[in-house]
C-alpha cells in the first residue's frame, strides 16, 4: 500500500535547485533489530537462466556490486529468459535452531525468523531483471512473480532489489525519470509501478524487500542514449562530473544531497519497503574525480578540510541526510550501505585498493555516528585468498559492527564459481558454505547476502545455500 507523498512540493523543490546545507552531525549509535520475516515455500518454480558476456576493466563493478578481487574487477552484461509461471507459496515459521552436516562438518543453522537471507536482484542492464526493456504490465508481474517464488524456494527471506540503477526510477518518481532498463527511452511512461508489484509480491511471499539504490551514478560509461529533459542532471549539469566516460552527481554539493535524500525519502513515503540500501558507488573507481571537478563546491565548502577529507565529509553528509529522512517516515525501515569490501589494508592486513582513499568512504565513520542499522560490505574473495582472504576481513568488520551495535551482513559473491565471469580467485565447491558457516561463529554475524540473483542457479550455488538453510 503506498504512503501519501506532497508531489507538488517536492517537484517545486526540485526545480528551484536550492536547499539547505547539512552539517555533520555524529549522535549515538543506533542498534538495530534483526530482520524478523518468515520464509515460504513454493509448489511451483522456475528460475531464469541467461547468458552472459565479461569484460575486464581495472577498478571497475557490475550494476553496482564491485566484483574485484583487489582493483580489477569483471563487468557482465547478459540476458535472462524467463518462464512465466503460476506459483502458490505458503508461509511456514522455524523459531528454533537446528543441527546438522554439511559438506564442511556438523552446523548450527539458525532459525529463518533470526538470520538475514538477502538476493541482490539487479536491473542494471537487464541483469537479472527484467529480461527486456519493452515488456507489458502482465510480462513484467510474471518474471517478478518468478524471482519470489524461486529465492522463496531456495531459502532467501529478503530482496535488494534494484530500483534506482543510474539516476532515474522503476517507479513513478517526483525527481527522476522512468529508467530506460524497463522502458524503450528514460523519461517514457511506465506500464506498471514496478515497485509497488514488487513489494506487494514479496510480503505476499512472506520476504522482505529493500530498495537498492545508486545514489551518485547518472550514466554508466557503456549508455550513450540520451537522458530524458526532465532528469536533474539535464536540468543542473554543474551538479555532475564525468569520469570515464561516466556521469556522477558531485557529493560535495548540497544541492546533491538534498536531491538523494529527497529521493530515498520519496521511496519510503510511498512504498511500504522493509529496507534501504545503497552500494559502492560514491565517488568512482579508477579515473575517479579531479581536483578540477570539484574545485567549485570545495572552495565554496571544504571549511578547511583537505580535499580527501572534504569529499569523506560530503559521504557522511549525505548518508546521514538519509538516514534522517528515512526515520522520520518510518522508524522501522533499515538503512545500510554496501561498501567495497576493503576499508584500509591495515584494517584486516589486506593488501588491495582501499575504499577509504578510492572513493572516499570511511564506514567506521558511518557506524559509529549510527547512521546506518546495518551494514552489508562486499567480501568477495575466497577464504584462501592471498591478498584479501575472506576470514580475517569478516572478523574485523564483524567486530567493528558490533562495537557500534550496527548488524553485519557480509556481501558473498556467488558470481565466482562460474569461471567465465572472473579470471582469478574462482570458487570451488563449498566456498559459500565455509564463508557463512565461518561468520554464524562470529559476534556481530546477523546474515549474509547473495551476488546476485542469476548465480543463485547456476554451479551449484542453490544446492550449497540448501545445505546451510534446512
Same mark, same amino acid.
Request: with cysteine.
Given at each position: ?14 526545480? /528551484?535547485?536550492?536547499?539547505? +546545507? ?31 558476456? &565479461? ?9 553496482? #556490486? ?15 529468459? +524467463? ?13 528454533? &535452531?537446528?543441527?546438522?552436516?554439511? &559438506? ?8 529463518? #525468523? ?24 502482465? &510480462? ?12 522463496? @524456494? ?12 543510474? $539516476?532515474?526510477?522503476?517507479?513513478? #518518481? ?23 508489484? /514488487? ?6 511471499? $512472506?520476504? @522482505? ?10 550514466? /554508466? ?60 558507488? *560514491? ?26 577529507? *572534504? ?8 548518508? @546521514? ?18 561498501? *567495497? ?27 559509529? $555516528? ?58 570451488? @565447491? $563449498? ?19 547473495? *551476488? ?19
Amino acid at each position: 500500500m503506498k504512503r501519501l507523498l506532497p508531489l507538488l512540493l517536492a517537484a517545486c523543490v526540485l526545480l /528551484a535547485g536550492c536547499a539547505p +546545507s547539512y552539517i555533520e552531525v555524529i549522535d549515538t549509535p543506533t542498534t538495530s533489530t534483526l530482520p524478523t520475516t518468515v520464509t515460504t515455500s513454493t509448489t511451483t518454480a522456475t528460475g531464469s537462466s541467461g547468458t552472459g558476456a &565479461s569484460t575486464s576493466s581495472t577498478a571497475s563493478s557490475t550494476d553496482g #556490486s564491485n566484483t574485484g578481487n583487489t582493483a580489477s574487477s569483471s563487468e557482465t552484461v547478459g540476458t535472462n529468459e +524467463s518462464t512465466d509461471t503460476t506459483t502458490t507459496t505458503t508461509t511456514t515459521t522455524t523459531t528454533t &535452531s537446528t543441527t546438522k552436516t554439511t &559438506s564442511t562438518g556438523t552446523t548450527v543453522i539458525p532459525p529463518v #525468523s533470526s538470520e538475514h537471507r538477502a538476493l541482490w536482484v539487479s536491473t542494471y542492464a537487464n541483469l537479472d531483471y527484467p529480461s527486456d526493456r519493452t515488456l507489458s504490465a502482465k &510480462s513484467l508481474k510474471s518474471e517478478w512473480d518468478t524471482i519470489v517464488a524461486s529465492a522463496a @524456494k531456495a531459502g532467501i527471506n529478503t530482496l535488494y532489489f534494484q530500483v534506482r540503477p543510474c $539516476g532515474d526510477a522503476l517507479y513513478p #518518481s517526483a525527481y527522476f525519470p522512468s529508467s530506460r532498463y524497463v522502458v524503450a527511452s528514460q523519461g517514457d511512461a511506465l506500464p506498471l509501478d514496478i515497485l509497488d508489484y /514488487a513489494v506487494t509480491a514479496a510480503h505476499n511471499a $512472506g520476504l @522482505k524487500l529493500y530498495a537498492w539504490v545508486n545514489p551518485v551514478r547518472v550514466r /554508466a560509461a557503456t549508455d550513450s542514449k540520451p537522458l530524458h529533459n526532465s532528469n536533474p542532471a539535464v536540468l543542473h549539469p554543474e551538479w555532475t562530473f564525468t569520469s570515464a566516460g561516466a556521469t556522477y552527481y558531485n557529493l560535495g554539493l548540497p544541492e546533491v544531497r538534498t536531491l538523494i535524500a529527497d529521493g530515498v525519502a520519496e521511496i519510503v513515503q510511498n512504498y511500504e519497503v522493509d529496507g534501504v540500501i545503497f552500494d559502492d558507488y *560514491f565517488y568512482p573507481y579508477g579515473s575517479g574525480i579531479t581536483d578540477a571537478q570539484d574545485a567549485d563546491a570545495y572552495a565554496a565548502y571544504g571549511g578547511g578540510l583537505s580535499r580527501a577529507d *572534504f569529499r569523506r565529509a560530503s559521504v557522511n553528509r549525505m548518508l @546521514k541526510a538519509c538516514y534522517d529522512r528515512i526515520k522520520a517516515i518510518d522508524s522501522n525501515c533499515q538503512f545500510g550501505v554496501s561498501p *567495497f569490501g576493503i576499508r584500509l589494508n591495515s584494517d584486516a592486513g589486506t593488501g588491495g585498493q582501499q575504499s577509504y582513499h578510492t572513493i572516499y568512504c570511511d564506514a567506521v565513520a558511518w557506524m559509529s $555516528g549510527g547512521y546506518v542499522d546495518f551494514i552489508a560490505p562486499q567480501l568477495y574473495w575466497s577464504c584462501s585468498n592471498a591478498v584479501a582472504p575472506y576470514k580475517p576481513l569478516a572478523d574485523w568488520w564483524a567486530t567493528t559492527a558490533k562495537s557500534y551495535g550496527v548488524d553485519f551482513y557480509p556481501a558473498l559473491a556467488a558470481y565466482r564459481y562460474d569461471a567465465t565471469q572472473v579470471t582469478s580467485d574462482v570458487f570451488t @565447491k $563449498g566456498e559459500i558454505i565455509r564463508q557463512v558457516e565461518y561468520g554464524r561463529g562470529l559476534a556481530g554475524f546477523g546474515g549474509f547476502s547473495l *551476488f546476485r540473483y542469476y548465480y543463485l542457479f547456476k554451479n551449484g550455488v542453490d544446492d550449497e545455500i540448501n545445505d546451510l538453510f534446512a
